[in-house]
């Protein structure tokens, strides 16, 4: 019986490193598959157009932002969050664009009502973009549902007035956190100070919010109806590959980059329109697992076996 035991044990174990293989390889299959499907989707044309457009509605929208949360909290505080997220969207080009946002803070009194709607617009003009974008990527999708073009109008505006409350409340807690006196705590045997805690805390409140904004674009922003879990699971896959692109281009920008030579005036321009380009192919990247996610759970195969092809005409 002990005999018996121990060989079921070590088969097992040997079992083991056999299934984590196989799942590796399906991984890999899907991998590919996305990334064929995603060039076939023209995905870098898509990802070009929305990062180009984000670049027009980036600092309207932090401008928008600033304006409402300014109402009641203080400016100085929030552009210090502002610079604090810049600096991890863009390496290197957060000082230049919050000085941006500070000569804007000094000279908003002259923007008007005309001037905060033209200022509203091009802050949404982006999600418009992406809305247009997914629709390539859902073309196919099996379940569409109709929408109005009031609604789809009035989502960008929606998005802006969630992350208005959310750097409300990020602001807010950053200013209580600051007020609390130093304390030092105990972590598994290490010496960890509140700010550092805190640090961790943010960090990790930030992954997650992450996910959850991504996986609300693509259970919001296609035509077609993306269910809870699948919109899910691609928000998480964006985000990890956003946070594994994150670090590679920092450390690009900080010890290889000759952006600055070669392009002068012109690379705060550059290096922002490469990261929003960058952050357009993830996400449409997201977005393609998720369609081929759909394709074979609507042919009833598995999620690592490819959908039949269709012969479908292109866009």
Known sequence: MAATRDGAALKSTMEYPRAAGVTVARLIRFGRRVVRNFFGNKGL??????????L?????????????VSTLLDVELI????????????????????????????????????????????????????????????????????RHPVISALIPFVYIGVMAIVLFFVTLLTAILQSRPARVFD??????????????????????????????????????????????????????LWEIVLRSVVWYF??????????????????????MEIAAVIILLGAQVIAELEKSAEAGMQWWEPAPARHESSF
């Open 45 to 54: 044309l898509l990802a070009g157009a929305v990062g180009y457009n984000a």
């Open 56 to 68: 027009l509605s980036m600092l309207p929208l932090a401008a928008v932002l600033l304006v409402v």
């Open 79 to 146: 552009l210090q969050i502002i610079q604090l997220e810049l600096a991890v969207v863009l390496p290197g080009q957060a000082d230049m664009l919050s000085g941006a946002l500070a000569t804007f803070v000094e000279e908003r009194e002259f923007v008007g009502g005309i001037g905060f709607a033209i200022l509203l617009f091009f802050s949404s003009i982006a999600f418009r973009m992406l809305e247009d974008a997914m629709g390539v990527i859902f073309r196919h999708h099996q379940r569409h549902k109709q």
């Open 187 to 240: 972590v598994f045997g290490r010496q960890v100070g509140f700010e550092e805690l805190s640090g961790w805390g943010f960090d990790v409140f930030g992954f997650l919010s992450l996910i959850v904004i991504l996986g609300s674009f693509y259970r919001v922003m296609p035509v077609a109806t993306v269910r809870l879990k699948l919109a899910l699971i691609g928000g998480t896959v964006a985000a990890l």
């Open 254 to 275: 900080a010890n290889l980059s000759l952006v600055n030579v070669i392009y002068g005036s012109l690379a705060t321009v550059v290096v922002v329109l490469l990261c």
